[in-house]
Structure formats: C-alpha cells, structure tokens
C-alpha cells in the first residue's frame, strides 16, 4: 500500500465547474499538507500548505485537511481552461515530501 | 517571493559525457535543497538531499558517483551527471526550502543522452 493514494484520472470538466481533488494516506506522522500544480514540462508550483485540520481559502481555490479521516482535498471554484494541468498533493512529516500520483485534470471551454 | 531558477532546461549530449545542472534559489536562502526525477507520466522521485556546506544525502538506489551534488551556498546547487548514458534520460527537477517552510521547486531540465 502507498503511503499517498491519489486517483490520477484524468479528470475531464466543462469551464466554470467545481472541480474536487482528492488524497488519502496512511502515515499519521504526516503533518504539512500541500498542493502543487504542474504544468506539462514544467515544475511543480506550489498553490496550498496546510499544517492542522481544517479549511484554508485562496482565491478560487480552497484546501481541506482531515486528519482523523487522513484524507485532503482541493476545490477548484470556477475552472478555467488554464486551470488544466496535473495536481499533485504531497505531504511532510519526516523531512521528505511524499508526493501522491498526480490528478491530470482538463477543463474545457 | 519563492523563486527556483534551474538552468539549463534541456540539454541533448552525447553518451560518456558529463552534465551539471544548476539550481538557484532567487530571493530567498535554501537551507536545503532537494534534487528529484520524474518520469513520464509520474511522479516525482526524490534523489537526494542536500544542506548548505554538507555532503548530500542519498535515497536508497541512487548511484553517489554517477549524480553528484554540490551544495556550495546558501543560493546555489549543483547536480552532475557522470558519463552519462541513454538510460540517464530523463526530466530532473529541484526544490529549495528556507528552514521549515515548504518546498518550492525550479521548472526542470530535460535531458537527453543519445
């Protein structure tokens, strides 16, 4: 079993939908909770970082953190076609990010 | 803030030759810097560690003598390819990170040995 589960679609939406993205893991000592984007032939950008339980808002993008359930997730409000890309969610408790497999997700116009 | 530079973004050599990639942090001073490699289709898979003024620390399979890093300042990491080969090929991206924050990462260098 992977330390991080993450269904690597791909994610097909029309513009302008809510776009959920998902990771479960397994390790409790897992206590920094990221979100990265990543363009193709690009590197990750970093768009959430998350430490406890909880919501955290930015713009049109919202992370969610349960720790009790070991499951995050990303919400996408109003996707864009340059929303398209692949979301990987990565997570720290060591030292080391564990990353997840990647969503690929496309929004089309 | 947080900017990674890495250079070059693709280099093509020939077999038996060696490679240095560089990474930069731009505005910020990495305490550590991370080199990784991505596959396809994948995710990224980290090689090693590296601190500022130490010796880089290596995942389990990673061959010492064939990357080697350098980690020379609080700005600056370097990552060579010895002689390398076509199995080398590959897309090899860097983060660097201020103390406890996250990781940020440079846009990647494509390199292909033929």
């Known amino acids: 079993q992977k330390e991080v589960e993450q269904d690597p679609g791909p994610l097909s939406v029309p513009e302008g939908a809510i776009v959920s993205l998902n990771c479960t893991y397994s390790n409790s000592a897992f206590q920094y909770f990221m979100w990265y984007r990543q363009y193709s032939r690009k590197g990750p950008e970093l768009l959430m970082y998350?430490?406890?339980?909880g919501n955290k808002e930015d713009g049109r993008f919202t992370a969610q953190v349960d720790k009790s359930s070991k499951y995050i997730s990303l919400f996408i409000r109003d996707s864009q076609p340059s929303d398209s890309a692949t979301y990987l969610c990565a997570m720290e408790g060591t030292g080391k990010l564990i990353f997840g497999q990647g969503t690929t997700l496309q929004v089309k116009p | 803030g947080a900017v990674v530079s890495q250079h070059p973004s693709w280099v093509i050599c020939k077999s038996g030759t060696s490679v240095k990639i560089e990474c930069r942090s731009l505005?910020?001073?990495?305490?550590?810097m991370f080199w990784y490699r991505q596959f396809p289709k994948q995710s990224l898979m980290l090689m090693a560690t590296?601190?500022?003024?130490?010796?880089?620390?290596?995942e389990q399979g990673v061959e010492k003598d064939k990357f080697l890093i350098n980690h020379a300042s609080l700005t600056l990491s370097t990552l060579t390819v010895t002689s390398a080969h076509p199995e080398d090929s590959s897309f090899y991206i860097c983060s660097a990170r201020a103390g406890t924050q996250p990781q940020h990462f440079g846009d990647g260098t494509r390199l292909s040995i033929l």
């Open positions: 998350t430490y406890s339980s």
């Open positions: 505005d910020f001073q990495a305490t550590t």
């Open positions: 590296s601190n500022e003024g130490s010796k880089a620390t290596y």
